[in-house]
């Protein structure tokens, strides 16, 4: 009959093999690639319209900060209404990753109403540069090689960014037919189309 402590000895060793493999394992389960995989970010129920979005709004996108916000507001007031999501690459501060990230959050929406609403309300919008209302429907047609910045200011989707822009394109070479206004950086095919009805162009 075998010694009493050898026997007591060789149960001590099973359990320890027991109690190591079960550390072995949990140590497996807690670093194993799929349990320490960060969950990402599902895109909400509700996209915000990159045309119509506010400060508070634009902040609430998971990669965009308070400075991300804020030249968007100020790319979209300086040229108008976006024309695809991918426009955003052209926004100070926003680069193609940026844009890939935030675009299942976005959508695109028309920037500004239709022209016969415009001119149905009371209050009619005065441009900060001259002071002077918004130009409607029945206003005579300026002339674009003619006009000053603050005519241009008038234009809807015209801001004083943009209207300098224009006389300053000018001052090279006179627009020989409307559309002649799509080689000035900023005026993209929605943005003429909303100018069109008020401008002509004349003899410099």
Same mark, same amino acid.
């Given at each position: 009959?075998?010694?009493? *402590?050898?026997?007591?000895?060789?149960?001590?060793?099973?359990?320890?093999?027991?109690?190591?493999?079960?550390?072995?394992?949990?140590?497996?389960?807690?670093?194993?690639?799929?349990?320490?995989?960060?969950?990402?970010?599902? !895109? *909400?129920?509700?996209?915000?319209?990159?045309?119509?979005?506010?400060?508070?709004?634009?902040?609430?996108? *998971?990669?965009? /900060? *308070?400075?991300?916000?804020?030249?968007?507001?100020?790319?979209?007031? %300086?040229? /108008?209404?976006?024309?695809?999501?991918?426009?955003?690459?052209? #926004?100070?501060?926003?680069?193609?990753?940026?844009?890939?990230?935030?675009?299942?959050?976005?959508?695109?929406?028309?920037?500004? %109403? !239709?022209?016969?609403?415009?001119?149905?309300?009371?209050?009619?919008?005065?441009? !900060?540069?001259?002071?002077?209302?918004?130009?409607?429907?029945?206003?005579?047609?300026?002339?674009?090689?003619?006009?000053?910045?603050?005519?241009? #200011?008038?234009?809807?989707?015209?801001? !004083?960014?943009?209207?300098?822009?224009?006389?300053?394109?000018?001052?090279?070479?006179?627009?020989?037919?409307?559309?002649?206004?799509?080689?000035?950086?900023?005026?993209?095919?929605?943005?003429?189309?909303?100018?069109?009805?008020?401008?002509? #162009?004349?003899?410099?």
């Amino acid at each position: 009959m075998a010694p009493a *402590p050898s026997i007591s000895r060789s149960a001590q060793t099973a359990l320890a093999g027991c109690v190591l493999a079960l550390i072995a394992f949990a140590l497996f389960r807690l670093y194993a690639p799929t349990a320490a995989r960060p969950t990402e970010a599902a !895109p *909400p129920r509700r996209q915000v319209d990159l045309n119509r979005a506010d400060r508070q709004e634009l902040m609430q996108i *998971p990669g965009l /900060g *308070p400075s991300n916000a804020d030249a968007i507001l100020a790319h979209r007031a %300086e040229r /108008g209404p976006f024309e695809s999501l991918d426009d955003l690459t052209h #926004v100070h501060g926003v680069g193609p990753k940026t844009t890939e990230k935030v675009k299942p959050w976005l959508q695109l929406g028309p920037a500004e %109403e !239709p022209v016969e609403r415009l001119e149905r309300k009371p209050v009619i919008p005065t441009s !900060p540069l001259s002071g002077k209302a918004k130009m409607l429907a029945t206003d005579a047609k300026i002339d674009v090689n003619a006009a000053t910045e603050a005519d241009f #200011v008038r234009l809807p989707g015209i801001g !004083p960014a943009l209207a300098a822009r224009i006389v300053s394109y000018r001052a090279n070479a006179a627009f020989a037919t409307v559309d002649d206004l799509r080689k000035v950086k900023g005026i993209g095919v929605k943005t003429l189309d909303a100018i069109r009805p008020f401008i002509a #162009v004349g003899k410099k």
